[in-house]
């Protein structure tokens, strides 16, 4: 929806393995949303982008957390030494400018072993 | 914080019907309120934004209203189809940055199935 790619789509890691979540909006939004969704729940709040700041990490779950936008446009979200209970979909979201209306991508679902 | 309980958690209907989906809020302190779908591995399809001074909005086959200082919106399908069947989501957004900011805050959801 709305030109947010994510990748990759799915990633198995071995517990204490650290991963890499990309997500890119085609087209140029300035506000950026992670969302968490564990199986079954709805998605939960992780962080929030305007441009290249971050201005708000207050979703995230422990400092094994780490998000970025150093450009404004590409975010990464990154998780180190990952747990069981890291095992979940991440959504990416971009704000429409004029109605605040969120668009997400199809999510990268993370599994950990 | 914002808690968000959507009702009934699971929906089982035959084609043809008539549908109302609920979602209660307990901060009535919205900016909008989004309504999604989701497809089962998929992401979240916006279905429908209700701003805070609207009481409704219609796509299609659909029609939510909100009534913000209940805390409570609903979301109607009208003459349900197969291709209906997937999880329902709202999401009111919380106030504070405006359009662009804003926390969603996600109910559970609705399972709908509809067989033919």
Same mark, same amino acid.
């Given at each position: 929806? %709305? +030109?947010?790619? #994510?990748?990759?789509?799915?990633? =198995?890691?071995?517990?204490?393995?650290?991963?890499?979540?990309?997500?890119?909006?085609?087209? +140029?939004?300035?506000?950026?949303?992670?969302?968490?969704? %564990?199986?079954?729940?709805?998605?939960?709040? &992780?962080?929030?982008?305007?441009?290249?700041?971050?201005?708000?990490?207050?979703? &995230?779950?422990?400092?094994?957390?780490? %998000?970025?936008?150093?450009?404004?446009? =590409?975010?990464?979200?990154?998780? #180190?030494?990952?747990?069981?209970?890291?095992?979940?979909?991440?959504?990416?979201?971009?704000?429409? %400018?004029?109605? +605040?209306?969120?668009?997400? +991508?199809?999510?990268?679902?993370?599994?950990?072993? | 914080?914002?808690?968000?309980?959507?009702?009934?958690?699971?929906?089982?209907?035959?084609?043809?019907?008539?549908?109302?989906?609920?979602?209660?809020?307990?901060?009535?302190?919205? !900016?909008?309120?989004?309504?999604?779908?989701?497809?089962?591995?998929?992401?979240?399809?916006?279905?429908?934004?209700?701003?805070?001074?609207?009481?409704?909005?219609?796509?299609?086959?659909?029609?939510?209203?909100?009534?913000?200082?209940?805390?409570?919106?609903?979301? !109607?399908?009208?003459?349900?189809?197969?291709?209906?069947?997937?999880? !329902?989501?709202?999401?009111?957004?919380?106030?504070?940055?405006?359009?662009? !900011?804003?926390?969603?805050?996600?109910?559970?959801?609705?399972?709908?199935?509809?067989?033919?």
């Amino acid at each position: 929806g %709305a +030109g947010v790619s #994510q990748s990759p789509r799915y990633k =198995v890691a071995k517990r204490g393995q650290d991963v890499a979540l990309r997500c890119d909006p085609i087209s +140029g939004h300035v506000s950026l949303f992670w969302y968490q969704q %564990a199986l079954g729940q709805g998605p939960e709040f &992780l962080t929030y982008f305007q441009n290249e700041a971050q201005l708000d990490k207050s979703g &995230l779950p422990s400092d094994r957390f780490f %998000a970025e936008r150093p450009e404004g446009s =590409v975010s990464t979200l990154k998780i #180190q030494r990952t747990q069981q209970e890291d095992s979940a979909v991440y959504l990416c979201a971009v704000s429409g %400018a004029n109605t +605040g209306e969120l668009f997400f +991508g199809e999510g990268s679902r993370l599994t950990v072993l | 914080k914002q808690e968000v309980t959507q009702i009934p958690a699971a929906l089982s209907v035959p084609e043809g019907e008539n549908l109302v989906l609920n979602c209660s809020f307990t901060d009535s302190a919205i !900016y909008n309120l989004q309504w999604f779908r989701q497809d089962p591995g998929k992401g979240l399809t916006s279905l429908l934004l209700i701003q805070s001074s609207q009481r409704e909005q219609t796509s299609g086959r659909l029609n939510a209203s909100l009534d913000k200082s209940s805390g409570r919106s609903t979301l !109607y399908i009208a003459a349900s189809q197969p291709g209906d069947s997937a999880t !329902y989501l709202c999401a009111p957004k919380g106030v504070g940055g405006g359009t662009s !900011y804003g926390k969603l805050t996600f109910g559970q959801g609705t399972i709908l199935t509809v067989h033919p």
